[in-house]
Each structure stands twice: as structure tokens, then as C-alpha cells.
């Protein structure tokens, strides 16, 4: 019997029972988290000591020029909570959860799920220019991973928690399940498995549930009016222009995070105080214009209804974009995802007075989810993002159009995302590719060596070692199967068998060629044996499980009877296959007329 399409067993149901509480919890965690950022915003701005309902923004501060000094004080307390009680607060979050996952075997420490949310609140309620939901994923997948490493789970199933208490807390901040479980899928599961898929979905739909029960209001984030029509030509269009600018737009965000990072890093200063240097640019910036600080919820709702005027764009834009990469590279605590859709729905709403084919309400949608999508290099998220936030699902096609041309502008010019950059500069680079695995494709019998040379059971050692293991014919082997006078498999014989049978017979002071020992006598273990007809990703796991470096082909009707050999060195073959469909280039219909 082949294998199934999914390598999937019973576990994945008791994986999926943890994935309830790890939403519960991390449905808690967002609410806890946006309820610190309204606290610290009264504190910091309003000089009250109160948990607003929802998120305040500072815009209405009577603080005058001493706004400056507020984001610097929030700079200098994230930067004290950085230095002495964990760096891996530092930055937006997500980087250190891919980081988590591909090289800390999913562990993260308690410090980190109480110091991140706390860290992020007293940045975004000083004025920081961020979202909360980087801090939200990192701490939800904190959440998870704590979970986990309370039960006993391989290092694959604490992955699966931690992005399930991911995308829960992106899930219950945003009201958006489905695209939390995308954003997992795209960019933190680096897999498509039910045994991940499944769970997270789970976690993400439990959190989702529960907004609701917690204080949080179950309508869109941003309502808008919903067009009853499907855009026409003209509009479809002018998607593709708004995703070429978008795709423009984040690749200079991009740049301008990591080249404030690079000028920060060269500073005669440690990087505690970086955080307070970059809130004093922060307070300027909200000084000149008050709308960029914070979360900016309220802003991207107007935006998204074209409410602001033409004039005050420009200017909100620039400084929004200048303060929150100064504050981004200078390492303080807070997320992307806000500051990217505030830009993005800013341009669509700068393009809405020049593109035709449009209303005032449309391009910033588009220009908000194409600038998302292709900075965090997550177009799906960014398709289904903007649609759960406003659920205007007629505009599903321009989604589509902006945020893959935006996308692919990207992924052609950049190297990185916004996300993994960080990653890669820590000597860490990600392929975030998904494509089928070359050794899925072929089976051991597509790449086995047919002809194998097999030793029988009776010859005596003195021959084997002369006509198989000294011998000019054979001598490149490093073992042969053992085979009964039947053509049964026995087993298989190798040097280092051959060796410590020497060993052993020398310090006996018995002769080793004696015809008594014969190749029988060498079998050292049962024979490892592969079936003719699994996938060549099967041998290689056997091969590694087992710590052998070839395995024996057999087939299901005779298992017994040897049918050939697999070496790692066969598995490139699969590999070499898939290189060569990439790279070879070949015309099977020729046009008439047209030669060669």
C-alpha cells in the first residue's frame, strides 16, 4: 500500500485540544494587551490614571511642545526593561518568533510572554508609532510555546502551539481568523500540514469567538460602505498602478528601517539608550503632526472612508512613515502592521483624486492591503486581511490585481521582507518558498540501484575479505546484503563489521580467516529495508532515524526477496531531477516556418 497524501496520525487530535485553551488564552492576551496601550496613553498623554474602552490616541493631548519628551521617556523605560530583564523584547516581535521557531526548537521564556506586552504598552501609550499586533503574535506565541513546554511534545508540536497562540492573538486583536491563519501558513509555519493547519485554525477561530465575551465589539474594525457593484475595466486598471506604487512604497519602508537600524548601530552608545533617542524623533514628529502617533485605528477607519482631506495627506504620510522607522531601528517594542496599513491606505487616498474608474473609498483599501502584503511578503494575508477588516467582499478581484503586482515587485527587487531581514542579518537567512519536496516525488524504486552485488550467508570471512572488500571489483562498497542459499535477505555486512570481528578475534587469539567464520557470523543487526514503492523523503528519514547510510529495497509481495539498494548518494538524484526541470529549457511544438 502507498502512503497516504498527508503524514498525519492520531495526534493531531490531541494537538488540537491544546489549541483550545492556547486561543483562550491568547484571546485574553490581546484584550489585556489593548487595555494596557489605552492605560498607558491616559497616563502618558492625559495625566489620568484610567482603562479607557477602546484605544485613545494622543492627537488630542493639550501637552503642547512637551509631547516631545513623552516618547523618549517611553523609549528610555523599553529600553531599561530591554537591558535588564530580556533583549528579546527588541523590534516588532515577529522576526523573534521566526527566530523561535527555526532555531530555539520553539522555546520561549516567561519573560518574554510578561515583558513583551508590557513593553509594547508603555511604547504605543508614550506615542510610539506602532500597532499592537507584532507584539500580540509574539506574545501569543510565547503563550503557546509555554503551553507546550508544560506537556511533553516534540520540538515540530511546540512549533504548532506557538503559532497557534500566534495567530490567536492576531485573530482576537483584528476580529480576522481566517487571515491570522494565513499569516501563520505564510509566514511562521514554514510547512502546509494538517498537523499545524489544523490546530491553528482552531486557536485562531477560538480567540476570534470569544471577542465578543471579552469587551471587544464583533462588527468590522473598519466599516466602510460595502459597493453593491463589482468595479468595472477601468478600475481593474488602476489596481495594477496601485499595486506598482505600493510594491515601490515597501520597498523604501523596508530600506528605511534597516538603514536607521545600520545608522544606530554605529552610535558610541549601548543600545539601551536607542529606544529614548529614537522617541525624541517620535515626539518632534508628533509635534508637527499629532495624527502619527500611536495605533492610528481611528485614522486608517477615516482613511478608508476618504474623509481626510487632500492637503494634510502629504504631510501625515512623511511623518508617519520618518518616525516610525526611526523608532522601528532604534529597537524599541512595537509592530508594523498598523503603520504599514496607515501608509498604504494615506497613498490610495492621495491616488484616489488622479485614478479614474474608482470611488474615494476604494484605493485606499487596495493601497492599504498591497503595501501590506508586499512588505511582509504575505499576499494572501493581505487579500483576505482587508476584506474581513471592511467585508466588502465585491472588491475581492482589485484586491487580488493590487497586492500580487505589489508582491512581485517586491520579491523581485528585495531581497527580504520587512520581517525576515532582521532574521538574515543575525546569520539566519529563510527560504520562504513552499514547493513540493524533489524526494516526494520519486519512489526508492525510481532512484535504487537495481544491480546489487550480495554476499552469500555461507562463504567464509577470508573470501569475503578477499573478493568483495579487497577486491579490485568491488572494493568501493562499504557493505554488501547477506542472502540466504533461498535468495532470502538476512542482513547486511559492512567494513566496520569486518573490522570488529578482527579486533575481536586478535585479542581472543583466534584467525579470523579461519573457514569457520563465515559471512553469516558478521550480521551485526535485522536488515533495514525500504519498501520498492515509498518516496524517496521516507528513505531519507529512515536513513537518518537510523543512522545508516543505505537501505535495502525490497518489495510488498516479497518482502524477504532483496530488490535492490538506496544510498544517500542516490537521494540527489531526485534533487538533480528537480534542478533539472528548473534550469533545462526545452520547445516540444515548433511554430511553422521557425527553425531550430
Given at each position: ?173 483584528f476580529g480576522t481568523p481566517v487571515a491570522a491563519v494565513l499569516l501563520a501558513i505564510e509566514l511562521l509555519l514554514f510547512e502546509w500540514k494538517p498537523r499545524s493547519l489544523v490546530p491553528v485554525a482552531l486557536a485562531s477561530a477560538v480567540a476570534a469567538l470569544l471577542r465578543p465575551w471579552i469587551g471587544m465589539d464583533a462588527s468590522p474594525l473598519f466599516p466602510v460602505a460595502v459597493h453593491t457593484t463589482d468595479p468595472g475595466f477601468t478600475a481593474l486598471l488602476g489596481a495594477v498602478v496601485v499595486g506598482l506604487i505600493a510594491g515601490c512604497a515597501a520597498l523604501l519602508l523596508t530600506r528605511a528601517v534597516y538603514g536607521t537600524e545600520d545608522l544606530f548601530s554605529r552610535l558610541p552608545i549601548h543600545w539601551m539608550w536607542w529606544p529614548a533617542l529614537g522617541g525624541v524623533a517620535v515626539g518632534i ?312
Open positions: 500500500m502507498a502512503e497516504a497524501d498527508f503524514t498525519t496520525d492520531r495526534r493531531l487530535l490531541w494537538l488540537s485540544l491544546l489549541a483550545l485553551p492556547v486561543g483562550v488564552v491568547c484571546a485574553g492576551m490581546a484584550w489585556l494587551l489593548l487595555r494596557l496601550i489605552g492605560l498607558f496613553t491616559n497616563i502618558f498623554f492625559y495625566q489620568r490614571f484610567a482603562i479607557p474602552d477602546g484605544i485613545l490616541t494622543p492627537a488630542g493631548s493639550t501637552l503642547g511642545p512637551w509631547m516631545i519628551a513623552v516618547p523618549a521617556l517611553g523609549g528610555l523605560l523599553v529600553g531599561l526593561m530591554a537591558r535588564y530583564g530580556s533583549e528579546r523584547i527588541r523590534g516588532h516581535g515577529i522576526p523573534e518568533a521566526i527566530e523561535a521557531i527555526l532555531i530555539g526548537r520553539s522555546r520561549m521564556s516567561p519573560r518574554v510572554a510578561v515583558l513583551k506586552p508590557l513593553s509594547s504598552a508603555i511604547s504605543i501609550g508614550s506615542g510610539g508609532p506602532f500597532g499592537a499586533e507584532g507584539p500580540i503574535i509574539m506574545t501569543g506565541g510565547a503563550c503557546g510555546s509555554l503551553i507546550a513546554q508544560a506537556i511533553h511534545l516534540t520540538a515540530a508540536e511546540r512549533k504548532t502551539l506557538l503559532v497557534a497562540g500566534a495567530a490567536g492573538g492576531m485573530s482576537a486583536t514628529g508628533g509635534w508637527i503632526e499629532p495624527r502619527a502617533l500611536g495605533v492610528g485605528y481611528g485614522l486608517i477607519g477615516q482613511l478608508l472612508q476618504g474623509q481626510h482631506p487632500t492637503g494634510s495627506l502629504v504631510l501625515l504620510l512623511v511623518v508617519k512613515a520618518s518616525i516610525w522607522a526611526i523608532a522601528l531601528g532604534s529597537g524599541t517594542s512595537g509592530g508594523v502592521l498598523a503603520p504599514l496599513l496607515i501608509v498604504g491606505s494615506a497613498l490610495g487616498a492621495l491616488e484616489a483624486g488622479v485614478l479614474p474608474g474608482g470611488d474615494a473609498a476604494l484605493w485606499p483599501l487596495l493601497s492599504m492591503a498591497a503595501v501590506m502584503g508586499a512588505a511582509m511578503r504575505a499576499p494572501l494575508t493581505g487579500v483576505v486581511f482587508a476584506l474581513e477588516l471592511t467585508h466588502d467582499v465585491r472588491l475581492l478581484l482589485p484586491l487580488l490585481i493590487a497586492v500580487m503586482v505589489a508582491y512581485g515587485l517586491n520579491v523581485l527587487f528585495m531581497r527580504h521582507s520587512i520581517l525576515t531581514e532582521k532574521v538574515a542579518r543575525r546569520g539566519h537567512p529563510i527560504s520562504s518558498e513552499y514547493a513540493l519536496d524533489p524526494l516526494e516525488r520519486l519512489n526508492t524504486r525510481d532512484v535504487m540501484t537495481a544491480d546489487v552485488i550480495a554476499v552469500p550467508a555461507s562463504l567464509p570471512v577470508k573470501a569475503l575479505l578477499r573478493d568483495y572488500f579487497l577486491g579490485t571489483a568491488h572494493h568501493r562498497h562499504q557493505g554488501y546484503p547477506v542472502v540466504a542459499e533461498n535468495g532470502e535477505l538476512l542482513g547486511i555486512v559492512t567494513r566496520s563489521d569486518l573490522l570488529d570481528e578482527w579486533i575481536a578475534a586478535r585479542d581472543a587469539g583466534h584467525e579470523l580467516e579461519s573457514e569457520a567464520v563465515i559471512a553469516f557470523d558478521l550480521i551485526r543487526r535485522p536488515p533495514i529495508t525500504i519498501f520498492d514503492d515509498e518516496p524517496c523523503r521516507a528513505a531519507a528519514e529512515r536513513m537518518a532515524q537510523s543512522h545508516v547510510g543505505r537501505l535495502l529495497v525490497v518489495s510488498r509481495k516479497a518482502p524477504k526477496k532483496l530488490t535492490g539498494v538506496i544510498t544517500r548518494s542516490d537521494l540527489l538524484k531526485a534533487r538533480a531531477r528537480a534542478v533539472d526541470e528548473e534550469t533545462s529549457r526545452e520547445r516540444f511544438i515548433r511554430l511553422p516556418g521557425r527553425a531550430g
